[in-house]
């Protein structure tokens, strides 16, 4: 059986929890390079026509998330989603 590749991996159905909305593109390529380098920061990033950092248990959590992206690695994010 063939491995999932990378995207494939990203754009899974979501799991419940609290995700962190950080960019929306126009092509698929630039939001793999932005999920590819969350993950290497550590963020679990996920594609759903949209990028986004997650799951975390917790609004809390999630919101300290966006925090540290906004602070430490100037993304420009909105808030945080809940997926139920």
């Known amino acids: ?13 979501l799991e419940k929890g609290y995700y962190v909305p950080v960019g929306m593109f126009g092509r698929l390529d630039a939001a ?4 590819g380098q969350l993950e290497t920061l550590g963020f ?10 997650g799951p975390y248990a917790t609004r809390q959590e999630a ?5 540290r992206l ?3 690695h ?6 945080v989603m809940q997926v139920k």
């Open 63 to 67: 919101q300290q998330a966006a925090e």
């Open 32 to 35: 793999e390079r932005l999920a």
């Open 1 to 13: 059986m063939p491995e999932k590749s990378p995207l494939a991996a990203r754009s899974a159905p």
């Open 44 to 53: 679990p990033a996920h594609l759903q026509s949209r990028v986004l950092v």
């Open 74 to 79: 100037k993304l420009g994010v909105a808030g």
């Open 70 to 72: 906004k602070r430490q």
